[in-house]
């Protein structure tokens, strides 16, 4: 008999798909997902949304659906919790995040969501180029 378990995960199937045509099905569905967030948010600030309120809704929302993953399915690899880690969490949080969704609302007040969904995908090749300009690529 012959060992069934193989070592080959590209061979896992998930409702008859092979590996590859998931991922590329769960890329599709990803961006349909940001496109309608787009939308949405468009939508959030035509009927008075406040761009300060707006991103604290989604990150209360966000904290809650993700919290019991973090939490459980972390809780054995995660560092202690200290003054300085919370400090840099915070940091982290304001700049990377809560900046970074201001700015995104700020100029979607401004454009359309066409506009939003068509510069999101040029983030990687623009990533790139500031790589390449600041040479920190790698070989």
Known sequence: ???TSGS????????SLPERFQL????????FGYAGFHVVSRAALNMGVSKLVFPVY????ALLLLLP????????ERP???????GQFFLLALVGITANQGFYLLGLENT???FASAIQNSVPAIT????????????
């Open 24 to 31: 590329h099905v769960a890329m599709l569905l990803l961006q």
């Open 69 to 76: 993953f973090a939490y459980f399915l972390e809780k054995k």
């Open 1 to 3: 008999m012959a060992d």
């Open 80 to 86: 202690a919790i200290t003054l300085n880690f919370l």
């Open 112 to 114: 359309t969501p066409t």
């Open 8 to 15: 080959a995960s590209s061979k896992r199937m998930w409702c």
């Open 58 to 61: 989604r990150n209360i929302i």
């Open 128 to 139: 790139f180029l500031m790589a390449v300009i600041l040479r920190q690529y790698l070989y």
